[in-house]
């Protein structure tokens, strides 16, 4: 529905993975890690952007990094909305976002996981038959 009437697109960059080790007690666990994300993302935006792909990129990130990609994009005549959790928000990312920034901080209570108690109430359990 939403690529087809909306003609909404969205890009989900796989995380990587990694082990970690305690120097302590020697315990071991699997971690989840971006790796190339910044300089996937800022590629793909500036692609899209000078293939007239999109009228307006909505960039969920508060990192400075994206800048130029930013200031890029806007120079090609489309628009770049921001979405940020407020402590991590360049201040200059800000001020090049085509509207004013949304911050994921006044939509966590409707954003946020619910507790693990709420979720088993959502999960449809198996039919026995």
Not at 71 to 78: D, I
Not at 84 to 94: E, F, G, H, M, V
């Amino acid at each position: 529905m939403l690529k087809n009437d909306l003609h909404y697109e969205m890009t989900v960059f796989p995380l990587g993975h990694k082990t970690v080790r305690c120097k302590e007690c020697g315990d071991s666990r699997h971690s989840y890690t971006e790796k190339g994300i910044d300089v996937a993302l800022a590629t793909t935006m500036l692609v899209l952007a000078n293939n007239r792909a999109f009228e307006t990129a909505i960039l969920v990130s508060g990192d400075k990094d994206y800048l130029e990609t930013v200031k890029a994009v806007k120079q090609l005549g489309m628009r770049v909305e921001v979405v940020s959790w407020k402590r991590s928000l360049s201040q200059d990312l800000a001020k090049e976002s085509s509207r004013n920034v949304i911050l994921l901080d006044d939509l966590k209570a409707e954003i946020e996981k619910p507790p693990d108690a709420e979720i088993e109430k959502l999960i449809p359990e198996e039919e026995e038959e």
